[in-house]
Nanobody, 127 residues
Framework: QLHLVESGGGLVQPGGSLKLSCAAS????????IGWFRQAPGKDREGVSY????????EYPDSVKGRFTVSRDNAKNMVYLHMNSLKSEDSGVYYC????????????????????WGDGTRVTVSS
C-alpha cells in the first residue's frame, strides 16, 4: 500500500515561492498518478496540480496555471510542487494524493479517483 508524506510548507510573503515535496513509500510510485490538492478553512478541498504516473503529462486549473509546476522523480519516490508568485488565496493545507493505474497518461481530476492521501502540509501566504 502506497504511503505519502508531504513536507515543505510554511509561511511565505505574497509574491514569494515555495517548494513542496511528497515522499512515497510502500509501493512502486511509477504505478500511481498523483494530484496535489489544497483546502482552505471553510472551503472544499480543490485540486491544484496533477501528474501522470510517468510524469509525461500534467494538468493545472486556471487558478494556478503558469504559477505552479508539478514534477516527479519515480527513481527517488518523490513528487514535487513548485509554487511561484504566491497569493493569499493560495493559503491552505496542501495534500498529495495518489491513485493506482496501469495506464500512463491518465490524470483524473475528480477527488474520488484518489484513494491514497498524505496528512498534508500547511502553507500560509501573508505579509
Amino acid at each position: 500500500q502506497l504511503h505519502l508524506v508531504e513536507s515543505g510548507g510554511g509561511l511565505v510573503q505574497p509574491g514569494g515561492s515555495l517548494k513542496l515535496s511528497c515522499a512515497a513509500s510502500g509501493a512502486a510510485l511509477e504505478h500511481y498518478y498523483i494530484g496535489w490538492f489544497r483546502q482552505a478553512p471553510g472551503k472544499d478541498r480543490e485540486g491544484v496540480s496533477y501528474i501522470s504516473s510517468s510524469g509525461s503529462d500534467t494538468e493545472y486549473p486556471d487558478s494556478v496555471k503558469g504559477r505552479f509546476t508539478v514534477s516527479r522523480d519515480n527513481a527517488k519516490n518523490m513528487v514535487y510542487l513548485h509554487m511561484n508568485s504566491l497569493k493569499s488565496e493560495d493559503s491552505g493545507v496542501y495534500y498529495c494524493a495518489g491513485g493506482f493505474t496501469m495506464l500512463d497518461g491518465r490524470i483524473p481530476e475528480e477527488i474520488y479517483e484518489y484513494n491514497v492521501w498524505g496528512d498534508g502540509t500547511r502553507v500560509t501566504v501573508s505579509s
